[in-house]
């Protein structure tokens, strides 16, 4: 296990150069050049020079690569054009939300789309089994966006069981904020008013945000029982007299568990991106929105560090899976 | 489809052919019956006649404004003159998401044609040489693939600037590599199959194997993925257009920006939020169940 | 010849002294699915298993023969399938047998073993926990006890190094490692009866050997009965009593061992024979194979289903199914054939 996971581990290397080429070339690429990048379309070309100075930018490409992979090792990212502040602690101040919000999702979309699989599986054919096929396909077709607004509406605007938006009631300003999990710190700060307000924020948008998941779960899981359920090994099981409750948790699960691992994990990566998307329906304050925000006012230095940020945060997601896959499957494991 | 002695002694050579058009058959003849490819044709059918004959379809034109009827935060609802209503500016609602259609299905053409010529030449260079190529295209496919694919879409769109252009470019790069792989791998199954290997061993040249053979067989793959692209092209494009990312043009009707637009009148006008929202998820669903159905109908795996 | 393994259908007489171990009478099996004809997988078998004895049914792919020890083991599913008849183990009804007991019952009573062991070993459990699961089941025996036990019983297979090998998973084993492994788990709880279904069909020529030698070692001659599945008459040529042979559901032809290669009666067994290569036949001496497919059949209740591929075919033959009735001079034990024209002279 050991040596797999050491194997894995070096594997993403290459990745992780890869990218970092990827995102040194995109500011490149601009119309005007980095220079742009750094200090938005409208900088006086005293500043520009002064730029391209202090950057080393007139130097070869080789070198100015080197010296990105640096600044970047080092965190820095440079400065946000709007918000004049530097990029890494405004992705830092925000990526709490977004993980607060992507682990919310992806707990609802686990928790309802195994069972619901499964049941399916078992009921092949039945109601459940058609409505849960309907649902996801239905739930793969509507867009984040205008699943939003179709939740924003019914529950907070005509219901008002959940706020329209942000991520803490407006009266709660005086919260104190130790993690930056707003659930978490309602809970440490001793404040289960600022906890369940801040839950109350996060529903709707991981609502929204777990519908593809969701479906993809379900589906995923439907197929994947239904084939092990016809596997030679089970019959050998239900020969071997095993109790049902141990066929299906020792037998079936920890076969149907394989493909449904690597579906959560791809998904809980692309619930990142899911996430600038979701975040501007329902004014949530993470990492989405302000990529969204950078994006619209070409806040450059902010959408390329959020680009490698979110996407090393995939490529780590997607190691994880294939180490639990490791754990999960002794043919990975050994060979 | 079990051999007749007479149809075992034919060449190897017709034998992929063989298979070919039979597999075509086959799949016709399951796409018939399967009535998710029914529902998921004519839902795509549906889109693209819209699409095509907007402007005959289309009761006004997307762009005429009737202000006389829009007051600040109220606009009026359906109406016979106007079965949708009309949006914040006085524009017929109906109007503007027919004209989208053409938008939608613009977009979702060339960006999936761009990602599958680009994607497939690049597959088959990998496929046909190996190789350091190989490793080369194949290299590149995974660092795009680390990049979650909406992200790199605005990424590429946001670094291109807001127009149409750019979001069928930034759609059609994303799905680049998601085409060389499967043709690649498509190719090398086919590569190792047994007629191939039999044309070989008669001395047919290998390109002309790869090329006559190989090549027409790790199509079907493709004609599937095609399919699924464009439902994941719609929703991606109609996402960027949410952003802003879309064209510049406020007059140009695309639905992810129309319902951007109607954020600040949910509470009052939630209908104008369903319409688009509704119209991309109808196409998107017409595209995944055609995709699916053929999916299933082209697995040789299924055939029976 | 001692063998009580014995079959009585269509009246026929032939039961041997006492109750039998497990005793099958008109089982029949229907499989249905929507859209498509119903297909009798099993139509009409009645057998005997007496304890402790050796019993072979042999068929071609489907006959019938592996669908008929499913059935009896309740482990077919229920979907669309239906089950008529009987089938009493130690005089106990299975088929009407609550689920829960029947639970109990497979794996400490009867136990099976698969034609494929790759597909049919779990590859994510270790092969110890997939044999000590089944003594925590019906033994009670835990932990170490467990394992200890395991271990015992994968030397008795015939596995060396047990203890590591139990640490093993199924794709780090050989195939005839694997069905060792399979063997020791079906004889984990010693059953009353093992049915080993195709057990050799997936194997090599020499490991299947070996593992017929294993299974004649550890059941023949113990207080555990085999019902051996094969379609391969050389497999129980060296190892059965008592031999039933199946053709489309039911069986056409039963006999001890010896009377069955001596004196062979139903065309469909001498097609059989005439189709297994054989080192004491003349050089030169062609193999007939059967001609046609076992999809060339005719429903019982039109005659007998072998007619259509059958050269000894007469006009009796359609109409009515013939009866299993006891051989023209059945010496050496109860000869039974379903055939009105039956084979002279093992010609």
Not at chain 2, 275 to 282: D, R
């Amino acid at each position: 296990m050991l040596r797999f996971a050491a194997r894995r581990v070096l594997l993403l290397v290459p990745i992780l150069i890869g990218l970092s080429i990827l995102v040194f070339l995109f500011v490149r690429a601009l119309p005007g050049g980095p220079e742009t990048a750094l200090l938005g379309e409208n900088a006086t070309p005293e500043r520009v020079a002064q730029v391209r100075e202090l950057y080393g930018l007139d130097r070869p490409v080789y070198e100015q690569y080197v010296s990105y992979v640096q600044s970047v090792l080092s965190l820095d990212f440079g400065t946000s054009i709007t918000t004049r502040q530097p990029v890494v602690e405004e992705i830092a101040r925000r990526f709490p939300g977004t993980v607060e919000l992507t682990v919310t999702a992806m707990i609802i979309a686990v928790a309802v789309g195994i069972p619901l699989g499964f049941v399916a599986a078992r009921r092949y054919g039945s109601w459940v089994d058609n409505l849960s096929t309907a649902g996801s396909l239905l739930g793969i077709a509507i867009p984040v966006f205008a699943l939003g607004y179709l939740l924003k509406y019914f529950f907070a605007i005509k219901l008002g069981w959940f706020p329209t938006q942000g991520r803490e009631g407006s009266l709660m300003f005086r919260n104190e904020h130790p993690t930056g999990f707003y659930v978490l710190d309602g809970i440490v700060t001793g404040n289960p008013e600022a906890a369940v307000d801040a839950l109350r924020h996060l529903i709707l948008p991981a609502l929204a945000l777990a519908t593809i998941p969701l479906a993809f779960i379900t589906r995923i899981t439907r197929a994947s029982v239904l084939e092990v359920t016809g596997e030679d090994y089970v019959r050998t099981a239900e020969a071997k007299g095993m109790t049902r409750s141990v066929i299906t948790r020792r037998h079936i699960l920890r076969n149907a568990m394989l493909p449904i691992v690597t579906v959560v994990g791809l998904q809980t990566g692309l619930l990142l991106s899911g996430a600038v998307l979701t975040e501007t329906v329902f004014a949530f304050d993470g990492i989405g929105r302000f990529l969204a925000q950078a994006v619209f006012a070409r806040d450059f230095p902010v959408i390329q560090a959020g680009i490698l940020f979110l996407a090393v945060i995939f490529v780590l997601v997607n190691l994880l899976v294939d180490l639990s896959y490791g754990l999960l499957d002794p043919r990975v494991r050994t060979r | 489809m079990s051999l007749s002695g007479a149809e075992a002694q034919e060449t190897v050579l017709t034998q992929s052919e063989e298979a070919r058009g039979g597999l075509v058959r086959d799949a016709f003849r399951r796409l018939r019956r399967s009535p998710q490819a029914i529902v998921g044709a004519t839902l795509v059918l549906l889109f693209v006649l819209v699409a095509v004959f907007a402007p005959l379809l289309a009761p006004y034109s997307p762009t005429a404004q009737d202000l006389s009827q829009v007051r600040p935060g109220q606009f009026p609802g359906p109406s016979a003159e106007h079965l949708l209503g009309l949006d914040q500016l006085g524009r017929d609602e109906l109007s503007r998401i027919i004209y989208g259609a053409r938008y939608s299905l613009i977009i979702g053409v060339v960006s999936v044609t761009i990602g599958a010529t680009v994607g497939m030449a690049l597959g088959l260079l990998a496929g046909a040489f190996g190789g350091w190529v190989d490793g080369l295209v194949m290299r590149a496919a995974d660092i795009m693939l680390a990049v979650p694919s909406l992200l790199l879409a605005i990424g590429i769109a946001a670094l291109l600037g807001r127009s149409i252009t750019s979001v069928m470019i930034a759609i059609g790069v994303v799905n680049i590599p998601v085409f060389a792989r499967l043709l690649r791998g498509a190719m090398l199954s086919q590569r190792e199959s047994d007629y191939a290997l039999a044309s070989r061993s008669l001395g047919v040249t290998k390109g002309r194997v790869v090329l006559k053979h190989v090549f027409p067989n790790s199509l079907a793959p493709v004609i599937v993925q095609a399919t699924l692209a464009l439902a994941t092209a719609i929703t991606e494009a109609a996402g960027l257009a949410f952003l802003g990312l879309g064209s510049p043009d406020p007059s140009i009707p695309e639905w992810g920006r129309m319902l951007a637009e109607t954020n600040a009148y949910l509470a009052s006008e939630p209908l104008l939020a369903l319409w688009p929202g509704l119209a991309i998820v109808i196409s998107v669903l017409g595209f995944y169940l055609l995709g699916e159905a053929l999916r299933e109908a082209l697995d040789p795996k299924l055939r029976r | 010849m001692t063998a009580p393994g014995t079959t009585v259908a269509d009246a026929v007489p032939g039961a041997g002294a006492g109750t039998p171990l497990l005793e099958v009478r008109d089982l029949r099996v229907t499989f249905s699915s929507r859209g498509r004809r119903p297909v009798k997988a099993v139509d009409g078998v009645s057998l005997d298993v007496a304890a402790g004895s050796t019993v072979g049914i042999v068929g071609e792919s489907g006959s019938g023969k592996s669908v008929t020890s499913l059935a009896a083991l309740g482990l077919l599913g229920k979907r669309g399938v239906s089950i008529s008849g009987s089938v009493r183990f130690d005089g106990e009804d299975l088929l009407g047998m609550p689920e829960a007991e029947l639970r109990a019952l497979r794996g400490r009573e009867i136990a099976m073993v698969f034609q494929d062991p790759m597909s049919s070993l779990n590859p994510v459990l270790s092969v110890g926990r997939q044999i000590t699961e089944i003594l925590e089941r019906h033994r009670g025996l835990k932990g170490q006890d467990a394992r200890d036990r395991a271990a015992e019983l994968l030397v008795s297979v015939g596995i060396g190094d047990a203890v590591r090998r139990l640490k093993s998973y199924p794709h780090q084993l050989s195939g005839g490692m694997r069905q060792r492994v399979m063997i020791a788990m079906a004889l984990a709880c010693e059953p009353r009866l093992l049915i080993a279904d195709e057990p050799t069909t997936a194997l090599d020529v020499t490991i299947s050997a070996q593992i017929l030698e294993l299974l004649r070692e550890l059941v023949v001659g113990s207080q555990t009965a085999l019902v051996l599945i094969t379609h391969d008459l050389g497999v129980v040529a060296g190892l059965c009593d008592q031999v039933h042979v199946m053709y489309s559901g039911r069986i056409v032809e039963s006999a001890p061992r010896r009377p069955l290669f001596a004196d062979p009666q139903h065309p469909y067994t001498t097609g059989l024979l005439a189709s297994v290569p054989r080192l004491d036949q003349a050089r030169g001496v062609p193999l007939l194979p059967i001609p046609g497919s076992p999809s060339d059949t005719l429903p019982w209740a039109e005659g007998c289903a072998f007619a259509p591929r059958c050269s000894r075919q007469v006009p009796e033959c359609l109409g009515a199914p013939p009866a299993l009735l006891p051989a023209r001079g059945a010496a050496g034990g109860p000869h039974l054939v379903r055939c009105v024209n039956p084979v002279q002279d093992g010609s």
